[in-house]
């Protein structure tokens, strides 16, 4: 036990002395994320449109000025060109839309806020039509109030001239109904409600969870990793070997001494997502710092496993893009329901798709225990499965005991 | 007479290169014994075989008349050719680190530490962080490691390598008291005035072990001036 303290206990002094590495396992996360949020959690921008053909068209008040700027035919061509609108509309029959499209995102939003004017246009189509139907009707019944008026004339003709004829037709007559009084339909409306979330969910509160899981691993790779591969190549490793502590003792040394690093880093930087870039959270931060201390640890022990491999530490850095990138793009913070079943199998293989769920779970949907047990488990079995690897592998290196 | 260390008939071989080919090795309880030969002889190797931090590819090895066991480890201490110590630590931290995992504690740890401190010189310089160490001072500083738990068994892979000849001396006078102790100690170096300094010393060639004995009846036996030449005299009649 006490070998396994004094593992502990050095491993954290010498974080605690090597102030760059403290800085960068605490300070350079949030930096980073600071910048995400930045990114994603800004506002989306505002599309620059323009419109041609306006004056003749009806449909013009679709396309208030506010958004759509009146341009000529060749301003618009030109204003489309050096990129100053993403797309303009052209009102001749039929509609025409010509977009910029060299920006998938900012087709989109054009797309968007011409689809909006073009429901517009339908209601004016809409009212248009009803309006022509009115008249058409007016004009029919002001037909028949004429024949009514004819009618009646004849009918006095022949109550006067023939009353027998009169009294037949009338009872051949069908009876009269009243035509049902006219129902103007009901005004259709959207109402939205949402199982988890609301509306001002925006893409870094759906980022954040995969980004915590991507930062902490990160940073934990790459400083377990270094630190256990100095070991092996400063030969401390040697002299540990040629002493009494136990294999096992080493490697648990290594996870207690930067678990404790990990408890204020996940602590720190869950605090700052949650307290100061106020991201979507229902759940309990507790929970939240479970999973990304869970996470670490799958994290530490995959990298003193991959340490075994690397020579020195620019190979360990060449494990970064096989070992963390694809892992970043799997994690979840990009759909992959619809990917082939084999990348699927990989991206069910890696620890941060298990810990973006989780905290998914947690923060966003508000579930609980019941919502991570499962996938704190599996990121459990990662660190024991690469835990004992390790601590078979460290047995080759003392080979006689 | 007990024998600290047995290696019997030791052969390993790194690829295709054949490091130690068919090594014996003995020592006597309470001796220093000089492993001399050239760099690439087999040196390295051979004690790191002893201490079983590699595995020969045929022979056995005894420490302490058994088998090694991780018990064993707490009565040897290795010193290895990189000094094997933590940067970021102070020397202090180093020493204290070390002296844990051998089981010392408390009182009888921080004695132990200023005690090897000052064995080697550096009892001044404790609370400097190794990184600011001079090569010669990490040296010391690597050897007092290996002091601490005060072994009865020491394997030190060229401890003296890149001191200054004052310090040097001083290494020395260490090494024959703790001898005087009741330690035994195995010493590699390719440094020759070292050798006269030994009670028996072993030459390394190319895996063989080509000639064991203490230095003088070496130099008597080949009837050469020193132990150096009879590297020339087994090579000369090799050829």
Redesign the interface.
Known sequence: M??LF??A??II???L??RRTLALLIMAPLLILTLVWFIFGAKTSEPNLAVINAQSSDFASAFPTSQYTRMSPLEAHQALADKKIDAYVDLSTPVNVHLEGSDPSRNGLAMNRIQKSMQKVQQINVTKMSNQLKSIIQTQQKAIQGQQQVMKKMMAALHLYAPGTLAQIQKQAPKQTRPAAMQTPEKVSLDLSYLHGNNSLNTFDAFGPAMVGIFVFLFIFMIGGVSFLRERT???L?????????NYQIIWGYMIGFGLFVIVQSFILTCYLVYVLNIYNVGSLFDVLMIVFILSFSALSLSILLSTAAKNELQMFQFIPLVIVPQVFLSGLFPIDTLPKWVQVIGDLMPIHYSTEALRNIMIRGTGFAGWWLDGLVLVLFSVVFITINIIAIRR????? | MSHPIKGEHLYKKFKKQVVLDDVSLTLNEGEIYGLIGPSGAGKTTLV?IL?????ADSGD?ELFEQ????????S?G?M???????????AY?NLE??A????L?GNRKRQRIMEVAESVGLEKEMKK?VAQFSGGMRRRLSLA?ALIHEPRLY?LDEPTVGLDPLIRRDIWTLFRFLRSKGATMIVTTHVMDEVAKCDRVGLLSDGHLIAEGAPKELTERYGVATVEDVFLVKEGAAK
Do not use: C, W
């Open positions: 006490s070998n004094a593992m206990r050095r002094r010498q974080i002395r090597d400063t030969g401390t040697d002299r540990l070997m040629a002493s009494p502590i136990k290196s003392r080979p006689l005991a | 790191r201490l079983g931090l590699e595995k090895v088998r090694p066991t991780l018990d064993a480890f707490r040897l290795y290895a050719q990189s000094d094997a110590l933590y940067n970021e630590l102070t931290q680190f070390f844990s995992i051998q089981g504690h962080g490691a394997l």
